[in-house]
């Protein structure tokens, strides 16, 4: 549509509401002014109270975005936490074993069956180690 302005995604999981802003002043029974940043100037500042959404917060707790930022290169890694159970699935020509890994962060739910092997080459450090036997 011409003259349309959207903010975010298009569609269903576009975003229904777009920041708070102070009014200004009513106009007549159901409009409001808004006092709108300048990036939304082309947007016509007077609104129906259909279209706006009473925003109840504590003023201390919102933190201003000007001075915030993130990192691109940021990332979290998963760690093993320890292992839960061990199995040995036969296959035609050789068994494979694997390990039922719990992950930090994450609930005895989450845990997932890795390779063994994969993972004593990864961490070794949740593996026992056995004396050799002579």
């Keep these: 549509m011409k003259g349309v302005m959207?903010?975010?995604?298009?569609?269903?999981?576009?975003?229904?509401?777009?920041s708070p802003y102070q009014i200004l002043?009513?106009?007549?029974?159901v409009a409001?002014?808004?006092d709108l940043?300048?990036?939304?100037?082309?947007?016509?500042?007077?609104f129906h109270v259909s279209l706006l959404k009473k925003c109840i917060g504590d003023?201390?707790?919102?933190?201003?975005?000007?001075?915030?930022?993130?990192?691109e290169n940021l990332f979290y890694e998963e760690v093993p936490?320890?292992?839960?159970?061990r199995q040995v699935k036969r296959l035609?020509?050789?068994?494979v074993a694997s390990v039922k890994d719990l992950w930090r962060n994450h609930l005895v739910e989450g845990a997932t069956w890795e390779a063994e092997a994969d993972m004593?080459?990864?961490f070794p450090h949740l593996f026992p180690s056995t004396p050799n036997q002579t």
């Excluded at 903010?7 to 999981?13: A, E, I, Q, R, T």
């Excluded at 003023?59 to 990192?71: A, K």
Aim: avoid cysteine; charge should be positive; charged fraction near 35%.
């Design 6 to 18: 959207r903010f975010g995604k298009k569609g269903k999981l576009s975003t229904r509401y777009v």
């Design 25 to 29: 002043k009513r106009i007549g029974k």
């Design 32 to 34: 409001y002014e808004l």
């Design 37 to 46: 940043p300048n990036e939304l100037a082309p947007v016509h500042p007077v």
């Design 59 to 71: 003023l201390v707790s919102i933190i201003p975005l000007e001075g915030l930022g993130v990192d």
């Design 81 to 85: 936490v320890e292992i839960l159970d």
């Design 92 to 95: 035609r020509n050789k068994e």
């Design 120 to 122: 004593k080459s990864r």
